[in-house]
């Protein structure tokens, strides 16, 4: 038995006891409401997926839930737009540095020259990779992130969450000023609620932990997906989205979940995360209650734990 | 022969002069290329017109030159707003300081709370101005708007340029952004196009200096139009709005023109400038080539002489 | 008896009442701690003296109580720079625009372009002035501004007040913070210490409320002490005084100020406002309880009111 | 022969040839002038040691150039403060989180909530760091840290470059102005021309690039000096320092580095760039002029080069 068996035996033993002295974390922090549908969510959940090569899941809590991805989705939209266009041509429309300021912060817009939004992982900057997502239409624009997304998480049956879907295409006035503010700066092209559509539609896919897992795993085989043995991303493009999740993976608080968990991450305001051990291990988590930066409060706990346990970090 | 008589001979005298003066001036600034329609102006016109109480014009330069309001019809809007729902849910929506930052900064919105515009010349707030007009429909709005300024400039022929209106609509999307921003932050209401509406046609309503000028009369007397003897304004909204006229009606040159000239003065993009000298004298210059604060060059340089000449400041 | 008197007549008759009317908003206010002395005073002072040209002096509530320029000196030490050097050297080295943000806010000073502070009444803006101050050694220039301040106050008993001079000394590393930026932006020149040191004891010259309400009548009358008959300050340089006490005399609580009473003023952390009626009167207010802007609240009350009452507003 | 052996010789034929092919980039920076000893430095010149656990070198160009640390040093006063204080009180007083700003901005200071440097490496954060290293007086702290360095160099000649040390403390006002503001706030504690004394000291240390390639193979050890066998820093501490280098090391050109080279690494204004390859290698290159974010312009096209042609990115 290998190490990596055993440390998915390991996984087996402490995982369900761990997720239940983290899950009370979520006390202290608080479900999303600025997107009123997120809102619905109950506050203690708490589940834990964990997959390796061989194909094999440790899983505890609540793994049966289903959530949306919200920003966890610009990783794989990152992806797909490096693959649609190449480095050069998605990096003269977004920067590649870390902003310290918050996911939806306009400020940082008005004050760097030139105007582009400061990294892909930003609202600003997701925003411009949905509209660098080819296609002729949003239908087709959204059906190609969904395909690439099911083959990411092998699993044919992703769909998008139409309730949370229209929910954040009412509400979601603070993405159309940044869009409309990227339109005039000249960053951004074409129609602006057909851009916001398709920005809209991959945040609203909705997934189990099981999905990012499998997702997860991809990443940390360098794009192999090593179930099926597919080249599914070219290696540089997930070296490229592994430095983003560390050094801008979890909003303004990734500096701290760095020194903290070591561990590439990106996180979205229901709860996701998605993360994983390089070479070894594809991770997904969901617990909605939120700390100060926008992370699951008790994701964030378990995952940091766990990674001292088993001294995942890369650093 | 009183004094009022005897300074409008004298201008009759010296305008032609100055005017030629000042209109050198021009070649260091720059026609306002952000919405296009307006880059077409000629960049070294120049007009000025004055009137009296007795009716009494004295004028030189390009007087028969036709432009739209642009920002200067804010401080008439914000009067209509004040007139449909008095100062306290104004200034609710709106805030009373300048800002030092540009006309069309969104830096400064972040930064305050509450959230609210930081004063109703500012193209934030008076896109809330525009959203409190009373009406059913754009079009009802705009009507009550265009009745407005005809009455205030006596001059039922005013209309709506409708190839700058169109311009703006295009091009405005930094408006917008701020719009959605405000939407956002629940300081806007209803539907966001339909405010811009409002906002963009009001802009691009159509004048010459004279009409500036007969405008500018009614708030030199408190709100009583002298000609007619009609209070078309309550003096205490007029007072509001020659404050903010001397605070912020410059964009963020205000301080330097309160300190050269000394006089209520609102500018817009187009060149034009209406100020006044109070219980005495309404004024309309334009000059479309801008300084780099937005101010006709050629204008701010004819009033600040015209003012040390004859004593105008206020202060 | 002309109107003028009634009016002093009307005061005598009103300002004690009206004091104690606007004494109680001081519960509402905090009194400045951060200069540790000056949180030694009592909350619910307040008090007033307004002085017109005939010398004859209307009072009520605490004006026996002495209190520190602060701010307020500011007023006067860009009009002895203005004095020392002229119009454009000083405004080499301060702009003239309001700025919105805090008196002691250093964001402003990374924005602009010159990199020079905003105006002359921010503190940043009075440190540069500071400097400008003509004489050999710190005790020259101090000297030399405490005998202008004599003067204009017609008061030889005039004194810095040496305690809170020390505790701001001690304690004011933001205005030191300030002025080495101001340092490395080669906007201030030689020792900083030495510049703080001027600006410290300025800003700590005892008055009570009839010194200022002296030194805002030579204001009042463009820089003519009516009591003596002596010129002062030029016309020209009260005019620019005036002008900034109308923009940015109130911090940023200059346009509500200016909207609700419209008088130039200055306001100081130890709750002495100074204002006047031009070519009327000089006032001098105290109340050490400030509200969130950092003016004495139940002076701008007491303020506010008499201007509507009085009609004094220059608007 | 092994890998790594083989890598080093595969160095030894390539590094003359690439250093030639990256030094012509110089043309495109600047030395930097702020401190003015510094500017003095030849603009092209470029050099590179790289030096592997059996004690190996391969190096190419100018090595034999005297340069000091800069803001490489901040790398080190980190750990030492960590070895002196540990994690806990450290990051009570700096952050964890990269800032998108320059590395002097004063911006940021002002907008956190707590008011506390965004992280260790930045100027401000960097002071306070200094401020806590442990000694009696500014000499005895200096000695700890200049004993430690020499130590982690295996190098008894480090000394401090006076020239450069008094030269940064003469013209190092805008770290005077941080050292005040934090102060007003609370963060800095003591004397701030004494801590500024030790900051400005163990900037001005002197050193070659075998000295920053040792003192790099330390990190890339975890804190274990092969050379000598002692474990110089614990290996947590390390761990910390090499997540900074990811995500804040290089200025606000870390992500752009991050992506382009995928190493830990600490860039100094005089040129000087440390990193390394975490298990392998310990790197110092110099090179003075720079790029607009403050680093080695050729140092960082050299780097990028050998880390995509040895595959070098820890992403």
Redesign the interface.
């Known amino acids: 038995m290998n190490n990596v068996m055993k440390e998915m035996d390991r996984l087996d033993n402490l995982l369900p006891q761990w997720v239940e002295k983290s899950r009370p974390e979520s006390a202290h922090g608080r479900v999303a409401t600025y997107i009123p549908e997120l809102s619905k969510a109950e506050w203690d959940l708490l589940g834990i997926s964990v997959l390796n090569a061989d194909g094999r899941y440790s899983e505890a809590g609540d793994t049966a839930f289903s959530f949306t991805l919200q920003s966890i989705s610009k990783v794989f939209t990152l992806i797909l737009a490096l693959m649609d266009h190449g480095e050069e041509a998605v990096f003269s429309k977004v920067?590649?540095?870390?902003?310290?300021?918050n996911f939806n912060?306009?400020?940082?817009?008005?004050?760097i020259q030139p105007a582009i939004p400061?990294?892909p992982l930003i609202n600003a900057g997701a925003i411009v990779i949905s509209s660098l997502i080819k296609g002729n239409s949003v239908e087709q624009k959204s059906e190609r992130i969904l395909q690439f997304f099911r083959e990411l998480a092998g699993n044919d049956r992703l769909v998008i969450d139409h309730k949370v879907y229209r929910s954040e295409r009412e509400t979601g006035?603070?993405n159309?000023?940044?869009?409309?503010?990227l339109?005039?700066k000249g960053i951004l092209e074409g129609n602006v609620e057909d851009v916001l559509d398709v920005y809209f539609r991959h945040c609203s896919i909705q997934v189990e932990t099981a999905d990012l897992a499998r997702m997860a795993l991809v990443l940390a085989y360098n794009g192999l997906d090593p179930l099926t043995g597919k080249q599914l991303i070219p290696r540089r493009f997930v070296?490229?989205a592994?430095?983003?999740m560390?050094?801008?993976g979890m909003y303004?608080?990734?500096?701290?979940f760095?020194?903290g968990a070591?561990m590439?991450a990106k996180s979205g305001v229901s709860g996701g995360i998605l993360t994983f051990v390089p070479g070894r291990l594809g991770i997904g988590v969901v617990g909605p209650s939120l700390n100060a930066k926008g992370n699951s409060i008790a994701g964030v706990h378990l995952i940091e734990r766990l990674s001292r346990e088993f001294d995942w970090?890369?650093?």
């Open positions: 920067g590649k540095e870390p902003t310290g300021d912060s306009m400020m940082k817009l008005e004050l400061f990294n006035h603070l159309r000023s940044m869009a409309y503010f339109l005039d070296q490229i592994k430095t983003f560390i050094t801008c303004n608080g990734s500096g701290e760095a020194i070591g590439p970090s890369m650093f």
